[in-house]
Every structure is written in structure tokens, then in C-alpha cells.
């Protein structure tokens, strides 16, 4: 425990299974959780607009504030279980809302958003300040790659198990409470194992500069992070994708189950077969990344996933037999889509990591989190809203007496231009990269 090194086989065990409990937590929440509003509150991308802002917002928060926290300690073991058990916790909360009646619509939708802040503020806490930064703290030049795949590989995971088991859960009686108990009783587990289990960094020490209030509001002063020109444009990039990826991602369940006429399970293995043979290009990428080519590891796959997203505009529902699994069309783009999506998340997150200032770490950790979820969620949010709204089927509720949408293939057109222009921050972290390898 703390005092003694987490290493070899425990090491690689608690990389591994924190992250990728928190990635399924994560894609129950960005999936399910917009799924579970469609089916029990309204089709309404609204209240999926307010969640993801309303979530954002919590995550970004708690990131600065418990990475803050973590620094002046020195300790994030602590700040992992309880972050995990408590993230759990209100994951099986959450559930709760759909036991409030439909005709109390307005209700129903700001419940939803608040236990889904709840939730995601504790969540941050245990994964996003505690955990990403424990990676941090162990990481080296001699397992950069591996934790660089392990970091790419485990949202797919997530998005695979998270789809298919979720899938089975809900099955196609919509049995939401399911799914919550289930995931947040595994997430619970792992914050006590966490607790037992893990110790801290050994080179990590207590970090304070001032007072606490002082130590928080300083990561706000952008003076230092503006400095490091090529952590700005890697940052500036990862924000632009991910305005592109929340566009369509937020709604890829919705459009699967309520457009292309789909059920929930087969939603699952849909979407589960082609990413795990994109999984497999975490591999070979490992090693580029290990050579330095996270540029052009990053540039490759923004271009690979607006190819897929292209793909994915020429599918249609009509003629479209819902019997079968597999259609051409789709597991292409979906592969394409996947593949793009790994290479430059492998990229961008070791990239970043290893230009982070070593006393700061956690308060990064929340820069971070600022240019991967804050910034993209409430863009992304928004354009996908706009998407919807503009382009997507419509129907009058007869319960509620709302007008009702349902996404189509303009989240993916609109989606494919955001990821085209983050090339562009790429091409400009040239010079600043050459400069720092000499």
C-alpha cells in the first residue's frame, strides 16, 4: 500500500482495471444515459444539450479543484476510491428519475440533468484528477507507448463492453435501472480495491505554492500554460476534435435505435465488432508514438475518422433489413470511424502528458479536461443540438404534448468538418516540437 511501490503485474492490473471501469462509467453516461432520456423522459436534444453543458462543467470544476487538492498532498490514492465509490454511488441514483411521471416533463428533464452533474463531479474526482494523474506520476520513457495504448484502447474498450453488456442489460424492454445497478456496483468495487491495492508514485511529492485558494485560482492566470506553445496547439486540436466527435457521438444510440429502427442489444454488437478490430491499430501505433510521430499519428487519424463519418452519411433506413447484424456500409464506417479515433486519442493524450510541467501535474490534468471536455461538450453539444433540430425527423408527443426529434445522418456531416480543422493546430505544433527534440 502507500509507502511501497505499485509495480509489475499490480501495476499493469490497476491501469487496467480502473481505467477501464471508469471508461465504461464514462460510455454509460455519453451512451446510455442519452438513450435512457429518449426512452424515458422525451426526444427532446435539449435536455441532452443542458446534461452534457451541465456535466461539462461539473467535470472541468472538480479536475481543478481535487487536482489541486492531490498536488499539495502529494497523494491521489485516496482521492481515487472515494472518487470511484461515490461515482457509483450516484451512477445507480441516477436511475431513480425515470420513476418520475411524464406528464411532470419539465421536472423529469432538470432531474435528469442534476444527477447527471452529481455524478459526473464525482466521477472527475476519481478518474480524471486522481487517476489520469497517477498515470502521470508512473509513467516513463520506457512504458510511454504501452500506457499510451492502454489510454486509447480503454475508452474503445469501454464503448465495446459498455454497448454490448449495456445492450443486454437494457435488452429490448428498455430495463434502464438494470444497467445503473449493475455498473455502479462495479464501480463501487474498484474504488475499495483501489484503496487497498494502490500506492503512490514514489518521486511524487506534496506541491503547495501559497494557500490553497491561492494554489486553485492560480491555473486560471494562463500566462504559464500560454508559454508552452506546443501543449496550447495540442490542446487547441484535442478541442476541435472532440467538438466534432460530441456532435455525433451524443446521438449515435438515439440514431442507431430510433432511425435506422435498430433495438438497444443489437445497437451493441453493431458497433461493438468493428471497434475491436480497430483496437488492434493501437499496436503498431504504440511504437510510432514511441518514436516520437505523435504528429503524424494525430494527423492520420482525423483524416481516417472524417473518412468514416463521410461513409456514414450514405446510410439510409430505407430498405434497410433491422434482422441482420451486418451491413457493409456500416461496419466500414464505423471501422474507419474507430481507427481515427484511436490513433489520435493514443496520440494527443501521451503527447500532452509529457510536456506537462512535473509541479503541477494535477492542475494540467485540469487544463486537460478543460480542452477535452469542457470546451468540447458544450461545442459539441450545441452543434449536434443544431443538427438535430434543423435536419433531424419530428413528431408531436401525445403525452406531453412536445415536439419530438430524432437524429439522423447530419450529426456525421456536421461532425466531419470540426475533425477536418483540427489539423490545422496539429501543422502548428511543428516548429515547437522540432525545437524541443532538438
Known amino acids: 500500500m502507500n509507502g511501497k511501490k505499485t509495480s509489475g503485474a499490480k501495476l499493469w492490473f490497476l491501469v487496467w482495471s480502473l481505467g477501464l471501469a471508469g471508461q465504461i462509467c464514462w460510455n454509460m453516461e455519453n451512451q446510455w444515459f442519452n438513450t435512457f432520456v429518449y426512452a424515458k423522459i422525451g426526444k427532446d436534444p435539449a435536455i441532452i444539450t443542458g446534461m452534457l453543458i451541465a456535466s461539462a462543467a461539473a467535470t472541468t470544476f472538480s479536475t481543478f479543484f481535487f487536482g489541486t487538492w492531490s498536488d499539495r498532498l502529494g497523494k491521489r490514492r485516496h482521492f481515487i476510491a472515494a472518487g470511484y465509490i461515490l461515482w457509483g ?40 484528477a486522481a487517476f489520469n494523474t497517477w498515470i502521470n506520476d508512473i509513467m516513463t520513457e520506457k512504458n510511454r507507448g504501452q500506457m499510451g495504448a492502454a489510454l486509447a484502447t480503454q475508452p474503445v474498450l469501454g464503448t465495446i463492453l459498455g454497448t454490448v453488456v449495456g445492450g443486454m442489460l437494457v435488452g429490448s424492454g428498455d430495463h434502464y435501472m438494470r444497467l445503473f445497478l449493475v455498473m455502479g456496483i462495479l464501480v463501487i468495487a474498484f474504488g475499495v480495491m483501489s484503496f487497498f491495492m494502490m500506492s503512490e508514485a514514489d518521486d511524487v511529492a506534496p506541491s503547495k505554492r501559497g494557500s490553497f485558494r491561492q494554489q486553485f485560482f492560480s491555473v486560471f492566470n494562463f500566462g504559464k500554460f500560454m508559454q508552452l506553445k506546443e501543449l496550447l496547439f495540442v490542446n ?154 434543423r435536419s433531424g425527423e419530428t413528431f408531436i408527443d401525445a403525452v406531453s404534448g412536445q415536439t419530438q426529434y430524432i437524429p439522423n445522418g447530419s450529426i456525421f456531416a456536421y461532425g466531419l468538418i470540426a475533425i477536418l480543422l483540427a489539423v490545422i493546430p496539429l501543422y502548428l505544433t511543428r516548429r515547437y516540437s522540432e525545437k524541443r527534440n532538438g
Not at 411524464?102 to 428533464?109: C, E, R, T, W
Not at 484535442?238 to 433495438?263: D, H, R
Request: some cysteine; charged content about 10%; overall charge neutral.
Open 89 to 128: 454511488i450516484f451512477t445507480i441514483a441516477f436511475g431513480l428519475t425515470q420513476f418520475i411521471s411524464p406528464s411532470f416533463y419539465v421536472l423529469a428533464g432538470t432531474m435528469v440533468v442534476l444527477a447527471d452533474t452529481v455524478m459526473s463531479f464525482f466521477g472527475s474526482m476519481g478518474n480524471d
Open 236 to 389: 487547441i486540436a484535442v478541442s476541435v476534435f472532440f467538438i466534432g466527435f460530441n456532435a455525433y457521438f451524443a446521438y449515435l444510440g438515439n440514431y442507431i435505435i430510433y432511425y435506422l429502427g435498430f433495438t438497444a442489444d443489437q445497437m451493441g454488437i453493431i458497433e461493438a465488432v468493428p471497434l475491436v478490430l480497430a483496437m488492434l491499430t493501437s499496436i503498431p501505433v504504440s511504437g510510432l508514438i514511441n518514436r516520437g510521430k505523435q504528429r503524424e499519428v494525430a494527423v492520420f487519424g482525423c483524416i481516417l475518422n472524417a473518412v468514416g463519418l463521410a461513409v456514414m452519411t450514405r446510410v439510409s433506413p430505407v430498405g434497410l433489413d433491422t434482422s441482420k447484424l451486418f451491413h457493409p456500409v456500416i461496419f466500414g464506417g464505423i471501422l474507419l470511424v474507430g481507427i481515427g479515433y484511436i490513433s489520435f486519442l493514443q496520440s494527443v493524450k501521451i503527447w500532452a502528458k509529457q510536456l506537462y510541467p512535473e509541479d503541477s501535474r494535477g492542475q494540467f490534468e485540469g487544463i486537460w479536461i478543460l480542452f477535452f471536455v469542457l470546451i468540447p461538450m458544450i461545442g459539441g453539444s450545441l452543434l449536434g443540438q443544431f443538427a438535430v433540430k
